[in-house]
């Protein structure tokens, strides 16, 4: 077999990638390193599809720096399903040409189980395919990173600036505080501030220093501070109500059940069933003693 792929690299940048192993690996498409480090990082699992069937090997390759321009690859693998085995042998050589490099492969193969079976025009296919997708990528690996443009802060420089001219100038401290034209500068932080206590605090601290005790009358205007009324009601709510009772009250307001209408007209009927029932029951009784008198 014999193939020629053009990588637009200088042959002494993808000469780099062929001597590192690890970045090699990087470059082979859909080969998964085996956690193993003492077998190598060319080693693992692959998948080839050839036609319309994709094989699953597992094995090593070794890459072999012959001369500069000449690198050996030498790579032997078995099916993961089955008992079929691959062995290649590839001769790499580098020749620059332009401003890239013309990289000629070279080399032969041997296999048997599934891969014997496949018609030679689709092996040769898949295998060409793999070689290009791997010196695109090994063309992409050898590209030297783009440098990082330091990107200018506008902000920053501002800042810096504004804090340059302040500590240049006289009357006032490095860091504020001094009084200039009758304007004092206020330096603390709103980090620094008291925060108030919340409306809802169960404690009486935030109402008065001696608690609730020495609260003015209900109509006393000129008494101390008292709870917000929000506060009262909550606590009221909590402390007369149990868990349970919170839980199982029916719904109140616009959620409320609505009554069944009541019919008034049943209940007037009803009214006179009782009586009427009684009267005949008592002249069925009269009637029968009357008939037995007589007889």
């Not at 193939?3 to 590192?20: I, M, S």
């Not at 036609?51 to 090593?60: D, K």
């Not at 029916?250 to 009541?262: E, H, I």
């Amino acid at each position: 077999m014999e193939h020629q792929v053009f990588v637009p690299v200088p042959a002494e940048d993808l000469r780099a990638v062929l001597r590192d192993p690890a970045r090699v690996a990087r470059c082979v498409p859909g080969l998964q390193q085996d956690a193993d480090t003492a077998s190598g990082p060319l080693a693992g699992r692959i998948k080839v599809r050839v036609g319309g069937h994709t094989v699953t090997y597992r094995g090593a390759l070794a890459v072999t720096e012959r001369d500069p321009g000449h690198f050996a690859v030498e790579g032997e693998a078995a099916e993961v399903r089955g008992s079929g085995s691959v062995k290649l042998s590839l001769a790499l050589r580098l020749t620059p040409q332009g401003e890239g490099t013309r990289l000629e492969i070279s080399g032969e193969g041997s296999a048997d189980g599934r891969a014997a079976g496949f018609a030679p025009e689709d092996t040769a296919a898949a295998v060409q395919r793999l070689l290009d997708r791997t010196a695109a990528n090994l063309g992409a690996a050898a590209e030297p990173e783009p440098a990082v443009e330091s990107v200018a802060d506008p902000v920053a420089d501002a800042e810096e600036a504004e804090f340059d001219d302040a500590g240049d100038g006289d009357g006032a401290d490095d860091f504020g505080g001094g009084v200039e034209d009758g304007v004092t500068e206020v330096t603390e932080s709103v980090f620094d501030a008291e925060v108030p206590p919340p409306a809802l605090d169960p404690s009486p601290a935030p109402f008065a220093e001696g608690g609730f005790e020495g609260l003015g009358e209900p109509g006393a205007l000129d008494g101390p501070a008292r709870p917000p009324a929000e506060a009262a009601h909550a606590r009221r709510t909590m402390i007369g109500r149990s868990a349970e009772e919170v839980d199982h009250a029916p719904p109140r307001g616009r959620y409320a059940p609505v009554p069944a209408p009541s019919s008034t007209a049943a209940g007037v009927g009803l009214r006179w069933i009782a009586p009427a029932a009684a009267l005949a029951v008592a002249s069925a009784v009269v009637v029968g003693r009357v008939l037995r008198r007589r007889r």
